[in-house]
């Protein structure tokens, strides 16, 4: 059963090491910190991906910095509690993780799979150009009733099918995990720059008609 579930939230990142480990917490003495790393676009731009790692799987007290890594894992959301709200922060929960000489025979450095259901009303906006866009915010299980919710993007086509599905319908999404830069209104005189994480969908399937489109994101 838990290897079942496993399979409806899968990631892959290669990238270059960007941060030290920072310690984030422990369980049952297994250390957990975060990493981020630099994950190239097709584009010259780059995604800056968080990772939580645990120090089981690699010697934390080393600099990585300027290395590259491939891991494996999942999408991982949990609600930090600030300024009298919840905040949904996001991470990639490594489970396996490899150092690489380079990236360069990396066919696909940022993937990722998640199957889940729909969990808030599709919001479907076009930006004044006219690109059709539509954020989703997916409910992926995890074993012993726990959930992530994933911020997802479409774009185009898979946009204006996204705006006619239901809360509670199951999706299953092809993409990749991007990095977005924004400004938060902290009071009438300070904002702070913040980054927010979310899967841009290059390809989905939904259960209501059985219809899968797909459309390359440049």
């Given at each position: 059963?838990?290897?079942?579930?496993f399979?409806?939230?899968q990631?892959t990142?290669?990238g270059?090491?960007v941060s030290?480990?920072v310690?984030s917490?422990?369980v049952?003495?297994?250390?957990?910190?975060?990493?981020?790393?630099?994950v190239?676009?097709?584009?010259?731009?780059?995604d800056?991906?968080p990772?939580m790692?645990?120090?089981r799987?690699?010697?934390?007290k080393k600099?990585?910095i300027?290395?590259?890594i491939?891991?494996s894992?999942?999408f991982?959301?949990?609600?930090?509690?600030?300024?009298l709200k919840?905040r949904l922060v996001?991470?990639?929960?490594?489970?396996e993780i490899e150092?690489l000489?380079g990236?360069e025979?990396i066919?696909?450095?940022n993937?990722?799979?998640?199957?889940?259901?729909?969990c808030?009303?599709?919001?479907?906006?076009?930006?004044?150009?006219?690109?059709?866009?539509?954020?989703?915010l997916?409910?992926?299980?995890?074993?012993y009733?726990k959930?992530?919710y994933?911020?997802c993007i479409?774009?185009?086509?898979?946009a204006r099918?996204?705006d006619?599905?239901?809360v509670?319908?199951?999706l299953q999404?092809?993409?990749?995990?991007q990095s977005r830069?924004?400004?938060?209104?902290?009071s009438?005189?300070?904002?702070?720059?913040r980054v927010?994480?979310?899967?841009?969908?290059s390809k989905m399937e939904y259960?209501?008609d059985?219809?899968?489109i797909?459309?390359?994101?440049s």
């Amino acid at each position: 059963m838990t290897d079942k579930i496993f399979d409806n939230n899968q990631v892959t990142i290669a990238g270059e090491v960007v941060s030290n480990f920072v310690f984030s917490h422990d369980v049952f003495g297994e250390g957990f910190y975060c990493l981020e790393v630099s994950v190239g676009r097709l584009s010259s731009s780059h995604d800056i991906i968080p990772l939580m790692v645990s120090d089981r799987l690699i010697d934390v007290k080393k600099d990585y910095i300027g290395k590259f890594i491939q891991v494996s894992g999942q999408f991982r959301s949990y609600n930090r509690h600030e300024e009298l709200k919840n905040r949904l922060v996001l991470s990639v929960f490594v489970r396996e993780i490899e150092i690489l000489e380079g990236i360069e025979d990396i066919v696909n450095p940022n993937s990722i799979f998640l199957d889940g259901y729909i969990c808030k009303l599709p919001v479907y906006r076009k930006t004044p150009l006219g690109r059709e866009i539509a954020d989703l915010l997916l409910a992926v299980n995890r074993p012993y009733g726990k959930s992530d919710y994933i911020p997802c993007i479409c774009w185009g086509r898979n946009a204006r099918f996204a705006d006619s599905f239901k809360v509670g319908g199951h999706l299953q999404i092809w993409g990749r995990i991007q990095s977005r830069e924004y400004q938060k209104k902290i009071s009438e005189t300070e904002v702070e720059k913040r980054v927010a994480f979310e899967v841009s969908v290059s390809k989905m399937e939904y259960d209501e008609d059985a219809l899968m489109i797909q459309e390359e994101i440049s």
